[in-house]
T-cell receptor, first 112, second 112 residues
Framework: GQQVMQIPQYQHVQEGEDFTTYCNSS?????IQWYKQRPGGHPVFLIQ?????EVKKQKRLTFQFGEAKKNSSLHITATQTTDVGTYFC????????????FGQGTILTVHP | DTAVSQTPKYLVTQMGNDKSIKCEQN?????MYWYKQDSKKFLKIMFS???????INETVPNRFSPKSPDKAHLNLHINSLELGDSAVYFC???????????FGAGTRLSVL
């Protein structure tokens, strides 16, 4: 079945440093989504990328979708303590209606 | 007004007991999901209903039984609880063809 791999599993940074998490799918994706889960919270949708090579920005966050639509990345510039949490990528299963396959998540810790 | 609400938020119970978790969404979505999140933050889909019809039923022990009385509600009943059932259970909803998922706050289940 489809697999979505995400690295790294953990990342510790000093406030102000940049952070990147990478996502790779075993199959071509129609779209990829990113979610953020704050400690003790629930996953919250951040963004969806649909087009090959697409790049989208949300303030200090930059999201990319690979040309082959099998990989994606999330880059945070100059991290802040509010960026702490787990970042998940997720892609449609393609076989089961509405099913998303989530990556394992990257747990980001930001030291002040 | 909470979009996807789950009750209870916390559930502490003894092994062997039966318990239920309730979920309601007021977003007008037609698809609802149950996810299990383990201690390593991995999000695993369990079930999905579209307009009250079961469409995703992952490899889950048959002690877990979902019920959707209408498209705004999806409940989860668990029989004969085991230690390994301890996790956070998230309800989510999405609109057909969009599959961007909106999560509830989660139910933290501890089986003693």
């Amino acid at each position: 079945g489809q697999q979505v791999m995400q690295i790294p599993q953990y990342q510790h940074v000093q406030e102000g440093e940049d952070f990147t998490t990478y996502c790779n799918s075993s199959t071509t994706l129609s779209n990829i989504q990113w979610y953020k889960q704050r400690p003790g919270g629930h996953p919250v949708f951040l963004i969806q990328l649909v087009k090959s090579g697409e790049v989208k920005k949300q303030k200090r966050l930059t999201f990319q979708f690979g040309e082959a639509k099998k990989n994606s990345s999330l880059h945070i510039t100059a991290t802040q303590t509010t960026d702490v949490g787990t970042y998940f990528c997720a892609g449609p299963d393609g076989t089961s209606y509405g099913k998303l396959t989530f990556g394992q998540g990257t747990i980001l810790t930001v030291h002040p | 007004d909470t979009a996807v609400s789950q009750t209870p938020k916390y559930l502490v119970t003894q092994m062997g007991n039966d318990k239920s978790i309730k979920c309601e969404q007021n977003l007008g979505h037609d698809t609802m999901y149950w996810y299990k999140q383990d201690s390593k933050k991995f999000l695993k889909i369990m079930f999905s209903y579209n307009n009250k019809e079961l469409i995703i039923n992952e490899t889950v022990p048959n002690r877990f039984s979902p019920k959707s009385p209408d498209k705004a509600h999806l409940n989860l009943h668990i029989n004969s609880l085991e230690l390994g059932d301890s996790a956070v259970y998230f309800c989510a909803s999405s609109q057909t063809r969009e599959n961007i998922q909106y999560f509830g706050a989660g139910t933290r289940l501890s089986v003693l």
